[in-house]
Each structure stands twice: as structure tokens, then as C-alpha cells.
């Protein structure tokens, strides 16, 4: 320590020193000169009287030493070797402190780049999304908006920048030349956006431009953007890629753009094709979103504009229909807010448990130690430095606990930035940055050295007196009892929002999904394609393929669908025949036998057949919830519909299959959605192209031994038939439905992480105050054991006030959760907030962890020495 | 040094650094100087000790040092008093005064006959 010291101090304090001593020497010399001494006797004298250099150095050193800094090392020194003697509390305080700063990091993180950060293009607070409501939707807004729309106001607003896009991608095919010269056909993600997008968002190009208004009309040139990764990935990286062609989608488009390296369109897209928005086919609903670029000082004009624009479309649809601008970033997040505001207040109450966990240890060690703070007051020590004594012990453990959790956050931002990716489909650059650092360091501070300051202030007024009154109990105990509750409570909220969300989510996963999942492969493959843009050759395509793949002996059978269960289907408006109300129904289609291999329990009338072509009468299967929906009180079969222009008659009636509802949404996953089956010769062929750009068909099949097999099978087989056409995102249904539940399931666990670590601490508060009120009580339990109580009656006189206490914590978080379970409302499906086995869960859960948390002291006071306790402190 | 010098009573040599320095700003062989010179060299600071104690009046803020050259044109260190120095002076020196008339008093006493 004392060579640390002298290397920190600066070689300039070494010289000086050495130069007041010399000058001092030289300055006496020349006096004794002047007595008429000779120079050498007279130096030689001078040293003599003014004795050892190097003693007056060290003494001037020692009085020189950082005083501040010194006392800082001895007490550093002091807190270390009062850790290394209790290593089991100093391991327990670091880890619980690491894994709260980790979680509020990794938490702050994501809710801080989700919902508070500046979206990544230039000026983004100008940026606004263009959204809707009418008297229909009683002022709730909507945010997508048809061709009509749209038209109207680039017809009636000019003046504003705005453009239209759809915010869906879908994967289509490329065919691109890799670096070895053979063509490879992919699957990539392709999104199609209006004229001005690109200089809307404002972005630079790479390369190149975006789209122009007559490349986005119907009938202009075959243009694409492809993002720097694509070009970088795929096309080799040619410098001479603008104006080079790419065959996607099967037709030939020319490259006119390559986004910059760090352009994110918020979709994970690969490839932009223009819109060609219009107010027929897919303009006919609301498919398209609006992007608006609002300066400050254009705000009056664009609200005129938007006025302007609302009042004609208002007049043609007679409902009172509004615009309404509202900021990206706010439009782009709004459906995580609510969840990650709940998260963050759950992080935030685990780091509040943690905080009084903090404050009650220390008032327990404040208990322990009054002695010896008693007597170092008795030697002299002054209140503040005790304080700082303490402080430091403090300071040290934050600093490892902080270091630790940051490590910690560090590991797991990796783990949750690559599931917010894939799962939750965010694309967002989750990252530990300075932002995240400070707001940890701020809260790590909080956490320790706030919460700690009122009990160590308290510790260090102790007053010598304490010096003679040993182990009396005081009030303290009292207020470590209200913090222990409270901290209880907390935990008890948590705990039973995480069994909720839970029981909600496996609620969610293991009801009946109505199809058989054993065994299923699906594989996604994109009709969208020049290939295919006449019917009769995806009808030749399904034939085709259908027959190759019942040829392979390790498949039991195979089909198509536009889309499988626990997906979003299609939805389409019907009339039934009589009537001209329109009805809002899923519409999928399936080859023959499709529906058979799934499982989908057959109710009524027959499935999908052979022979039922494009040339025989129209047909449909509807799933129970149609018949109870639109035709209650009648014979289903026989039934006729009028669905995309066409009338058909229902042949067959098949059990539900859950699926995301597309519309009315309730739960991620629901049974409850009226759909009907087309058999896939029998689609409209004029809805065929559209459909195909908005879904990409799957190929099912059932293997004969493991998945893997199938797997294999459907690649081969498919990728065979028609080389053009490459097979993406071949999973089995199970992944399926953990894909649609995966929102779920990432809210859920996070929620049972911190479920976990705020039972932790709070049996942590449990046991460190049973042990002291024991610890406290020993004598009064030995003289109670001397006269006769029998032990199982003084062990429950020693811990049933502990359990009062985890029983006040109880209500009290029961309480709280109600209150709060408002906010958690909207995210539990099939459950309520008061759903009683949650409670009797989370009830059990609290009295396992009390009983846990209280036994160890308990079981010592079994083996109380009475005779050494009663001598030892009569 | 003469060999009637007495040395110095303990505790007593920052009062006489803070008042040699008090008229002056000195480098701290003029201190010791200074000292002898108003003691009309009855009193013998101890070299050794010297620099310890300015060292830490400056650590206590009662001094303040900075460089400067001496009469003969070399770097040193010279001390001053600052604010907190003079009144801590005034101080030291009313108790010193009440202590040495104290003592003084006492020892003057003589016996009751």
C-alpha cells in the first residue's frame, strides 16, 4: 500500500521536497562561509546540523499525504477484511445487486431503443404516420388505409410530403448469380413501397435512387432497391449493380437503388418493388400505410391539409372519417408500449425489494455491530468517519456488484436482442450504450449507497452507552419488520402477475389447437412469380407436387395450404344467398386430403376431393364457428355463399383450428374464427395474384418416422419440381405455434426471472430478520427453556412473528397486484386477474419461501447451549 | 548555534513558524533564522523538525507556499499565512499567553508564613 501511495504521488512533489532541503543546506552553508568557515568544513557542518535527509523527507511525506486518500485505503483495507470474514453475506449482496443491475440494464435497454430513442433516419421527430378514425371506430385510430384514402389525399393535399407503402413483406424468389458463376435461387424479403419513400425517410442512398411516380403507377417499369446486405451478400458486390437486371418474383427488374449499410426500414425487408397503389384489388381494403414528413414549421399547413383531405373522403363515406398524423416512432412501438412499460415497472419494484433488502441488512448489521461502533466512538473515532467506514463497505460491494451485473447485462442483452429479433421481429440495434450505463450506474448508486445512508447515519450516532447494554432488543426491530412486509408485498405482485401471465401463456399453448401436430413439416414457398401468374400453372404446380411427395415412402401423406394453423389468415368480405349483409370470414385453400393429414376433426358432410376442379361446381368446408356464426338455426350443407364473385355451396362442416385472428383480435391464438376452405383448384384465379403477394402458400407434410425425415423429404422433393421455386422456413407446426405465442412467452419469462429473483430477496429479508429477532431473544428463550417450556412451543413463539409478517407482506402484494392487474388486463387471454389458482399458487409459493427462509435459525434455537447462554449473559 | 540555546518546549514550535511567518513571507531557511533572530538566539528550532511542520501547517491550510527566488537568486519554496493562519495565530497566542501567566503566577507563588 505505502509503494502504491508513493507511485501515485508525482515525481514533481519528489523534486521540490529534494530542492527545499538543498536550498535550506546551501543557504546555511554560505552563512557559515561567511563566519569564516571553510566551504568543505562548512557544508559538511551544515549537514551535520540539519541531521538525516532522508528521515526529514519521510517525515515531511508522511505529513503530506493525501489525507482523504489514505483514510479511504484503510478503511478499503478495513471493509475487505470484514468481507473476507463473512464471505456467504458479501457473495449473497454482490449477486443479488448483479443480477438487479443486470435485469434493469438489459430491461432499460430495450425499452429505451423500443420507445424513448430516436428512430435512425435523418430529422426523425418530422416523421409521422398518417392514421385514421371514423365514427365507426369511435375515435380509436386505425393504421392502415385503403387506395381511396390515399388517393384523396394526394389529391386534395398536394402540398403535403407524404407517400404510401405496405408494411408487410413477404418472401419472393431471386435468382441471382453467385460468385462461382451458377444461378441460385432464394427466398428473400420483399417489401414494396410508393414513390418518395426512400427520400422520405431521408436516408441517403448508397447508390442510386428510390422509385419515381411513373415507376409506381400500374403498367410502369420493372424497377427494384435492393439493401446494402443484399448486394453485398448476393449480388457479389458489383460495382456496376444500377441498371443491372435481377429476375425476382420471376420477372426481370432493373436495379436502380442500393439503400446505405445502416438503412433499417423497420421490416427486416431485403428488396423494394414499387407499390402501384390503387383503389381496385388490394386497394380495395385497408392494406397500405401512410409516411408523412412534417417540419415544425410546415405543422399549421399540413393540419389544413390533413383537414382538407378528411372532409372529402368524410363526404364520400358519410361517417364523420378524420386524419390524424401520429409520430413513427409512437406508431412503429405502440403495440410493445403497454407490455414494456409493465415490464420496466417489474424490474423497477425487484430493484425496490433489493433497495430495502439493502436498508433491513443493514440495520441487522447495525444490531451486530453496535458494539463496535460503540467502542470505536469510545476510542475516538468521530461519527462522520465511522459513517465513512461504513459507506466504503458499501461502495465496495456496489462497485463489484455493478462490475458483475454489467457482465451479467452484457451476456444476456446478446441472448435477448437476438429473441427480440427473431421472435418479437424487432429490428432495432439493441445495445448496451452510455445512455444504459449511466441509468445502471445511477440505479446501482440508489440501490446501495440512498438506501444505506439513513441506517448507517443511525449506526454511527450510536453512543457509548451501548458499550453496557448487550443484546437488547430495540424499536428498530419494528421498522425492519414494515420494510421485510413491504418488500413481501412487492414480491407477491410480481409473483403472482408472473403466474398469471404464465398460466395464460401455457393456457395458450396447450389448449386443443384442433389438428394433430405429431410429425408435420410445413415449408413456405412464394407464388408470387411471373411462373405462376397464370392459374392453371399453380393448380399443375400443387397436382405435381402433391403426386411427388405421396410417392416418398417416408411421408404418410401431403398437401397445401394458403395458410396453416396458429397463423394469420386471409380475410375476405361473403354474402349469404338471400341476403346482402357482408360478413368478414378467414378464407383459406387446401388441396385434397390436406385437411385430412392435418386432422382437422371432420363434422359434417364431406372434405376436400379429388374431384373437385376448377371445371366441377364450386364448393366450400366452413369450420363450426362459421355455422354458428352466420348460419345458426340451418342445414349448413347445402347452404350457399357468395364469396370473391362467386357463388359456392357448402359440402362439408370440420372442427375449428386455432389460428391469430386477423380481425376482432382477443388473443394472440384463438379457436374462434370463422373460416372458410376452398379447394385450391377452385380459387379465384382473379384473387389468385393478389392473394400470392400478400401470402406464401406452405406444403404439408406427415412423416412416417421423425421430423427430421420430413424435412428432408419436402426439400428434396420441392426443390426438384421446380428449381426456380426454393422452399424457406421449413418448420415443424410446434415451432409454429411457439412463433405465434412468441410474444407470450418472452413476457412471461422475463416476468418469472424477476418473479424468482424478488423471492429470492425477500426470503433473504426473512431470514436475516428471523435470525436477528433469535439471535436477540436467545437469553429470553433460554430462561424460558430452563423453566420448562418445551421446545416446539419456543420455537413457534420465535418464529410466528416472522410468519405474521410474511402474512401482512401477503395481503398487502395481493392487494397491490389487484390494483395493478389492470395494467396486465389486456395481455391475459382465458384468465382473469382474479383467477384463483394463481392465488392459491402464489399463496403457497410465499408460505414454502417463509417456512424455508425461517427454518434454519428456528433449527439452531433446537440447539441452544441454555446453561453457557444464561451464564454467559446473567 | 550557540550551546545557551535551550530548545524548544514541545508543541510549542508551529506557534512560532505561524508568527515568524506572520511578518513575511519566508522560504523555510528564513524561518529558522528568523525565529533565532527574535529570540535573540535563545531558542534553537531543530532543523530536522522544521520541515515536517511546515509541511503540515500547509496541509492544515493555516500556510499557503508557492516558488519564488531568494535573495541570492534561487528557487525556493517560500510560506505565507493565509486567512485561516492569522486568526488560528491570534488564537494560539491569547492561550499561550493565559497558560505562560499561569504558569508564571504559580511559580511565583511563595510559601504563607
Known amino acids: ?874 | 548555534m550557540s550551546a545557551s540555546a535551550t530548545l524548544l518546549l514541545p508543541g510549542t514550535l508551529d506557534l512560532l513558524v505561524l508568527k515568524a511567518v506572520s511578518l513575511g513571507p519566508l522560504h523555510g531557511y528564513g524561518v529558522l533564522l528568523r525565529i533565532e533572530q527574535l529570540s535573540g538566539g535563545a531558542l534553537q528550532v531543530p532543523q530536522g523538525s522544521l520541515y515536517p511542520a511546515l509541511h503540515r501547517l500547509v496541509q492544515q491550510r493555516l500556510l499557503a507556499s508557492e516558488w519564488g527566488s531568494s535573495d541570492n537568486n534561487r528557487r525556493a519554496r517560500f510560506y505565507r499565512l493565509t486567512e485561516g493562519g492569522h486568526r488560528h495565530l491570534e488564537q494560539e497566542t491569547g492561550r499561550w499567553a493565559r497558560v505562560s501567566e499561569g504558569i508564571a503566577a504559580v511559580l511565583a507563588a511563595e510559601a504563607a508564613s
Open chain 1, 1 to 874: 500500500m505505502r509503494r502504491w501511495l508513493h507511485t501515485l504521488r508525482n515525481r514533481r512533489y519528489e523534486r521540490e521536497l529534494a530542492e527545499e532541503i538543498e536550498h535550506h543546506i546551501d543557504e546555511r552553508t554560505a552563512d557559515l562561509v561567511a563566519r569564516g568557515l571553510d566551504p568543505d568544513g562548512a557544508r559538511s557542518q551544515a549537514r551535520r546540523e540539519f541531521g538525516s535527509v532522508d528521515l526529514v523527507k519521510d517525515h515531511c511525506r508522511d505529513q503530506d499525504r493525501l489525507a482523504w486518500l489514505d483514510e479511504l485505503t484503510r478503511n478499503l483495507r478495513f471493509a475487505v477484511r470484514r468481507l473476507r470474514r463473512a464471505p456467504g453475506v458479501f457473495v449473497a449482496v454482490v449477486a443479488t445487486l448483479a443480477l438487479c443491475v443486470a435485469a434493469n440494464a438489459v430491461v432499460f435497454t430495450v425499452v429505451d431503443t423500443v420507445l424513448f430513442q430516436r428512430l435512425p433516419y435523418p430529422a426523425p421527430e418530422e416523421l409521422f404516420e398518417v392514421q385514421w378514425s371514423s365514427e365507426q371506430s369511435r375515435g380509436s385510430l386505425r393504421d392502415s388505409v385503403d387506395g381511396t384514402m390515399w388517393q384523396s389525399l394526394a389529391d386534395t393535399a398536394p402540398e403535403l410530403r407524404a407517400c404510401v407503402y405496405s408494411d408487410w413483406t413477404q418472401g419472393v424468389n431471386l435468382i441471382a448469380r453467385s460468385p462461382t458463376g451458377a444461378e441460385v435461387a432464394t427466398v428473400v424479403e420483399r417489401q414494396r413501397v410508393g414513390s418518395g419513400f426512400f427520400e422520405l425517410l431521408g436516408v441517403p442512398m448508397a447508390s442510386g435512387r428510390g422509385f419515381d411516380i411513373d415507376e409506381d403507377r400500374v403498367g410502369g417499369a420493372a424497377v427494384a432497391v435492393v439493401t446494402w446486405r443484399l448486394w453485398r451478400d448476393r449480388l457479389g458486390a458489383r460495382e456496376d449493380v444500377l441498371g443491372s437486371r435481377l429476375l425476382l418474383a420471376g420477372e426481370a427488374h432493373t436495379v436502380v437503388g442500393v439503400t446505405a449499410e445502416r438503412f433499417d426500414p423497420g421490416t427486416g425487408a431485403e428488396v423494394f418493388t414499387p407499390l402501384r397503389a390503387s383503389r381496385e384489388g388490394e386497394g380495395s381494403g385497408t392494406n397500405y400505410r401512410i409516411l408523412a414528413r412534417i417540419g415544425d414549421h410546415e405543422r399549421a399547413g399540413a393540419t389544413a391539409a390533413l383537414d382538407t383531405a378528411s372532409r372529402s373522403v368524410a363526404a364520400m363515406r358519410g361517417d364523420g372519417f378524420s386524419f390524424e398524423p401520429v409520430p413513427l416512432l409512437q406508431a412503429r412501438s405502440g403495440w410493445l408500449r403497454d407490455r414494456l412499460l409493465v415490464l420496466w415497472a417489474a424490474v423497477g419494484a425487484v430493484l425496490l425489494i433489493r433497495c430495502v433488502n439493502i436498508a433491513g441488512l443493514l440495520i441487522a448489521a447495525a444490531g451486530r455491530r453496535r458494539q463496535e461502533m460503540a467502542t470505536r466512538r469510545a476510542l475516538g473515532g468521530g461519527a462522520w468517519a465511522v459513517t465513512r467506514q461504513l459507506l466504503t463497505e458499501n461502495l465496495l460491494q456496489t462497485a463489484c456488484g455493478a462490475a458483475l451485473g454489467l457482465a451479467l447485462a452484457g451476456v444476456a442483452m446478446r441472448w435477448v436482442a437476438g429473441w427480440a429479433r427473431t421472435a418479437l421481429g424487432l429490428t432495432h440495434d439493441f445495445a448496451l450504450d452510455d445512455r444504459a450505463l449511466l441509468y445502471t450506474l445511477a440505479v446501482a448508486l440508489l440501490a446501495t449507497v440512498l438506501f444505506s445512508l439513513a441506517p448507517t447515519a443511525r449506526l454511527a450516532r450510536t453512543d457509548r452507552s451501548s458499550l453496557r447494554q448487550r443484546g437488547v432488543t430495540d424499536r428498530r426491530s419494528k421498522g425492519r419488520a414494515v420494510l421485510v412486509a413491504g418488500q413481501v408485498a412487492l414480491g407477491v405482485s410480481l409473483l403472482l402477475a408472473a403466474t398469471l401471465l404464465t398460466r395464460s401463456l401455457s393456457g395458450l399453448s396447450s389448449a386443443d389447437p384442433g389438428v394433430e401436430l405429431e410429425g408435420v413439416v410445413s415449408g413456405a414457398v412464394s407464388l408470387a412469380d411471373a411462373n405462376f401468374a397464370e392459374a392453371g400453372a399453380v393448380r399443375e404446380y400443387f397436382a405435381s407436387g402433391v403426386e411427388a411427395l405421396r410417392a416418398d415412402p417416408r411421408l404418410v401423406g401431403a398437401g397445401a395450404f394458403l395458410s396453416l394453423p396458429f397463423q394469420r389468415g386471409l380475410n375476405m368480405n361473403f354474402t349469404l344467398a338471400g341476403d346482402d349483409d357482408r360478413h368478414l370470414t378467414v378464407v383459406n385453400y387446401a388441396t385434397p386430403g390436406a385437411l385430412e393429414l392435418l386432422a382437422v376433426r371432420h363434422v359434417a358432410g364431406r372434405l376436400i376431393e379429388d374431384r373437385d376442379r376448377s371445371t366441377s361446381p364450386l364448393v366450400a368446408v366452413v369450420n363450426q364457428t362459421f355455422t354458428e356464426l352466420h348460419l345458426a338455426g340451418r342445414q349448413p350443407l347445402g347452404a350457399r355463399i357468395s364469396l370473391m364473385g362467386a357463388e359456392r355451396e357448402v359440402v362439408g362442416v370440420v372442427g375449428d383450428v386455432r389460428q391469430v385472428p386477423s380481425f376482432s383480435a382477443s388473443a394472440p391464438l384463438a379457436r374462434d374464427v370463422p373460416t372458410v376452405y376452398l379447394p385450391a383448384d377452385q380459387f379465384p384465379v382473379e384473387a389468385m395474384g393478389m392473394v400470392h403477394t400478400w401470402f406464401q402458400p406452405h406444403w404439408v407434410v406427415r412423416a412416417r418416422a421423425t421430423p427430421a425425415a420430413g424435412t428432408e423429404a419436402l426439400r428434396s422433393a420441392i426443390e426438384r419440381l421446380e428449381p426456380v421455386t426454393p422452399i424457406a422456413r421449413i418448420s415443424g407446426l410446434e415451432e409454429a405455434r411457439a412463433r405465434a405465442l412468441a410474444v407470450e412467452r418472452f413476457q412471461a419469462l422475463l416476468f418469472a426471472v424477476l418473479a424468482l429473483l424478488a423471492l429470492v430477496l425477500a426470503a433473504v429479508g426473512l431470514a436475516g430478520i428471523t435470525a436477528t429477532e433469535i439471535g436477540a431473544r436467545r437469553r429470553e428463550m433460554a430462561v424460558r427453556i430452563a423453566l420448562g417450556s418445551s421446545l416446539p412451543e419456543v420455537v413457534r413463539r420465535a418464529i410466528l412473528p416472522i410468519l405474521g409478517v410474511a402474512a401482512i407482506g401477503l395481503a398487502i402484494g395481493l392487494l397491490l397486484a389487484q390494483l395493478g392487474g389492470r395494467a396486465l388486463r389486456g395481455m391475459l387471454h382465458g384468465i382473469g386477474t382474479d383467477d384463483p389458482w394463481s392465488h392459491l399458487i402464489v399463496i403457497g409459493c410465499l408460505v414454502g419461501v417463509a417456512v424455508l427462509a425461517c427454518a434454519p435459525p428456528a433449527l439452531r434455537l433446537l440447539r441452544l447451549p441454555v446453561a453457557s447462554v444464561l451464564q454467559d449473559e446473567a
